[in-house]
């Protein structure tokens, strides 16, 4: 970054702040945050000589910290440089010493974007958007758990504050008696969104034992996703310090409800902002119904950036308020598409089928492309359903996460459209994940294979 003016800018801004060090922060393909913290000179320093780098090896880094090589990214490690959005630029709430942070995007030394990042793969999908006239409106929630402090991981995991799972889930789903006995926390987590601009709104209690939703407001794909990028972190940070921890994972109690990502999305035109959903009646529209037919179509092609992990799995089709199938319908929750009451401005799509587990950048991604191609190539969807989806075997996902890394490495259209580096790079990474889970002994083979065979 070498524009004289905007450097300028950024350190008028971090002087009146009085911020005395900088976080640079890229996602990685797990949605964890990685960078550098320095002193704000060495920032300031770094920005004006192009200096801020990392090497190439952070997108092969698996979510147990083992490295895979691939044809993209080699034993060399090459360097990729930080190009900092001051739109991101923020405080971190949590940090004695006033701190602010900042998401980067990354280039090759020559100038060339790299395509394995989370947020340019983000980027990509949004231009194709920007080249038909149309931009993509997103509104996330996250639903997460909270559990108990404790040296070393149980499983199951044990809830809050010495509580069994009965008593969590005694209080019941939208209790406020729930969120009442975690106010202090989540009194913070508003507090320190309103510090970071994250614009979260509704909070309720969900059904599993400590678990709830945080809702996000609707806005342009790239902010909200920076957005959820920084929530994920915030709450994490937030929970430690009233000695709790919050977890994301899909699915960590086999016999409750799982943790999902939910994207309410829609499509307006550039030039006037008008939803492309709905006609003047308020009647659904082609562009409407296509944009449907593409997410049946395509989102089995892009299953790993919407169920990343094998746990991922246990949620999908579990039944409890997690869908099996594309079928989408008017106020359905059985389905993966709900499509919620409401006017004109008001149409869009709810994709359910993510966990909370995903990369906000990669999920948005990947469902905004599956409707972008439905558009494009005028795909028509199936007919909507006003019964529960639970038992139906058809449009069904990918059952498992051997199937749906398949289905994604054997799509040329996701290799020709999200690139060849990504699909590989990412594809990589999920095979190790998934062998080093695969290689783990399950409490079920050691209860009943380890005496009985």
């Known amino acids: 970054m070498k524009d004289n003016n905007r450097i300028t800018e950024i350190e008028n801004w971090l ?22 913290i320095m002193p704000q000179e060495k920032f300031i320093e770094g920005l004006r000589s192009g200096g801020h780098r990392m090497p190439e090896s952070l997108f092969s880094l698996t979510i147990n910290c083992d490295f895979v090589s691939s044809e993209y990214i080699t034993d060399l490690e090459e360097d990729l440089y930080f190009i900092p959005d001051f739109d991101t630029i923020s ?26 990042s989370p947020r340019q793969v983000l980027r990509n999908v949004l231009s194709l958007y920007e080249t038909q006239g149309w931009k993509p409106i997103v509104a996330p929630e996250f639903e997460f758990f909270l559990l108990a402090n404790q040296d070393e991981v149980e499983s199951p995991p044990i809830p809050p504050k010495g509580r069994s799972k009965k008593q969590m889930l005694d209080k019941g789903m939208l209790s406020l008696d729930g969120l009442d006995e975690f106010s202090d926390l989540f009194d913070d987590v508003y507090k320190y969104c309103e510090i970071m601009n994250i614009s979260v709104n509704t909070l309720t209690q969900e059904a599993g034992p400590a678990q709830f939703e ?3 407001h609707h806005g342009d794909p790239l902010k909200v996703a920076d957005q959820a990028f920084y929530f994920k972190r915030l709450l994490k940070q937030t929970a430690i310090r009233h000695d709790v921890f919050a977890s994301f994972m899909s699915k960590p109690y086999s016999e409750e409800f799982g943790s999902a990502m939910h994207v309410h999305q829609s499509v307006v035109g550039v030039s006037d902002g008008i939803n492309v959903f709905a006609d003047e009646d308020g009647d659904n529209t082609d562009l409407f119904h296509f944009h449907i037919g593409g997410l049946q179509k395509y989102i089995p092609a892009l299953m790993p950036l919407l169920a990343p992990y094998a746990n991922s799995y246990l949620r999908i089709g579990s039944s409890l308020s997690s869908p099996v199938n594309l079928h989408w319908g008017l106020e359905n929750r059985s389905v993966g598409l709900r499509v919620p009451e409401g006017g004109r401005a008001a149409r869009r799509i709810e994709n359910r089928i993510a966990g909370a587990d995903v990369n906000p950048y990669l999920m948005i991604a990947a469902s905004l492309l599956s409707g972008y191609l439905g558009m494009v190539e005028k795909l028509e969807p199936s007919e909507a359903l006003t019964a529960s989806a639970y038992d139906l075997e058809t449009l069904k996902l990918p059952q498992n996460f051997q199937s749906g890394l398949d289905n994604f490495t054997n799509s040329k259209k996701m290799r020709e459209i999200l690139s060849d580096e990504f699909v590989t790079t990412f594809a990589d990474v999920k095979k190790k994940e998934y062998l080093a889970n695969y290689s783990v002994l399950s409490s079920w083979e050691i209860r009943y294979l380890l005496t009985n065979v």
């Open 15 to 36: 002087d009146q702040n009085n911020i005395h060090d900088v976080e640079i922060v890229i996602s990685d393909f797990a949605g964890i945050s990685r960078g550098k």
């Open 91 to 116: 405080i971190v709430p949590w940090r004695k010493i006033p701190t602010a942070c900042i998401i980067c995007d990354l280039v090759k030394a020559n100038g060339e974007k790299t395509n394995s």
């Open 214 to 216: 945080m809702n996000m």
